[in-house]
DNA sequence: ACCTGAACACCGTTCAAGT
DNA sequence: ACCTGAACACCGTTCAAGT
């Protein structure tokens, strides 16, 4: 064979002026408007202005607003790039930190996503890019520290991680990234907040920590989730930490 | 002073054969609600319907949706009596397990209440009831294992358990007590789910844990959570288990 | 093939009256 | 004081045409 047969025929890439839309570009358009909206305000009307186009033309390409939802959700997890892993006993701990780090400033980039896919009962992990990383993630629980963890727990360790990370940005991040608005973004940045400071009289521990209020970045706070984390996966390797 | 004064005229106890519409009332409507439907049916519409009035009425003692709800939180929390705790060193791990679990059925019995406080932005531990209970919860950090955990940390250890029980019950509990309906019930019992059986050829990890499916029960996977989670915490007390 | 505009059945919320 | 019914501005989705 001589040449590649020709290319089919490409459908037209523009119309009336504006790129012309498809499935993919629906969803991204979809997982921008996250990055800068609420999820509430992601509406099919608002999307199909945004894009200048009648609400009925995004039909054409995707069932309805779960589906929608569901492509931003599938370009969301394709977009995601894992840092390396590496087993060693002397390197797991930091590169699963490491990872889990990356793995929720990514989350935080586009929020709102989570909390769609949970009110739309999306089933998330469905892209073969996030298969890809499920897979190396439990390899990566299997391996390390030498002896590893047998395969039911490496599956549970790899979705325990995942779901620590996305319960943090969900419960953690977003009220302090966008907190409500009768709230003062300064005392969010306190510890404690200040809803743990009210009617607290005769609460002794609550007590000592309001007279105490010291800054607490929500970096700090999820360190110590990983030095949980971490050390209760260790724990189950049957590896205590030395 | 010879009796009590007389009680306040009390205000109709019904009204056109109905029981009177109070704050607290269309509060645990809207809970019990949310006990038999899905979050997204929690209309003010629907709620007016089941109570017999028309939707304005609850606008009465609501200031609107959002209030409704954070009204239904509240009842929601503090309807919750927590097991005891003992920070003894033979005791702790085992209370606090419990203490989770128990913490974990209590928000199953309200699917979408945690849900709709995310969308809604409504910031919880809001009543006394729960203030009371985060305290003591506090309080038996500070003294785990003899030593206990210094007041931050027994702090953070404090809001770590809280938010691996709800993030569980809403990222594990809830897909698979209410599935979406595309799914067969059947399947979500197996491990791994389905959406992790499909296009997996390359990646050998996921195809061993497909080729060997196991039933896995929800509770099955939180004793894991328990595990990573209080030996985490045992690390964090410098305790590293025995 | 892909679009628009009108329409339908919802929703939260408010207004103007009723009793 | 508390309710009803109508209305308004939204929403997702569909229908009937247009080009």
Redesign the pocket.
């Known amino acids: 064979m001589s040449t590649d047969p020709a290319p089919a025929r490409r459908?037209p890439t523009h119309?009336?002026g504006r790129a012309?839309?498809t499935r993919a570009s629906v969803g991204q358009a979809a997982l921008d408007f996250l990055g800068r909206h609420g999820p509430a305000?992601?509406?099919?009307?608002?999307?199909?202005t945004e894009l200048?186009?009648?609400?009925?033309?995004?039909?054409?390409?995707?069932?309805?607003?779960?589906?929608?939802i569901t492509v931003a959700a599938e370009i969301f997890e394709s977009a995601w790039q894992p840092p390396p892993l590496d087993p060693a006993p002397d390197r797991w701990r930091d590169t699963l930190r490491a990872y889990c780090r990356d793995l929720r400033a990514h989350y935080r980039r586009h929020p709102g996503m989570t909390t769609l896919a949970l009110t739309e009962n999306i089933t998330t992990a469905r892209h073969p890019t996030m298969l890809r990383n499920v897979d190396a993630l439990i390899g990566f629980f299997t391996e390390i520290d030498g002896t590893g963890l047998p395969p039911r727990e490496a599956y549970l360790a790899c979705m325990e991680s995942i779901r620590q990370v996305v319960g943090f940005v969900e419960f953690q991040d977003r009220p302090h990234d966008r907190p409500p608005p009768h709230l003062d973004p300064a005392e969010l940045r306190q510890s404690p907040p200040p809803w743990l400071r009210e009617g607290i009289e005769d609460l002794p521990h609550l007590r000592r920590a309001a007279e105490h209020p010291h800054p607490e970045l929500p970096d700090s706070v999820f360190e110590f989730t990983l030095d949980v984390l971490v050390e209760g996966i260790a724990a189950a390797a049957g590896r205590p930490t030395s």
Chains 1, 2 share one sequence.
């Open positions: 459908r119309r009336k012309t839309l305000e992601l509406t099919m009307r608002a999307l199909a200048g186009v009648s609400p009925r033309a995004l039909y054409n390409y995707v069932d309805d607003r779960r589906d929608l």
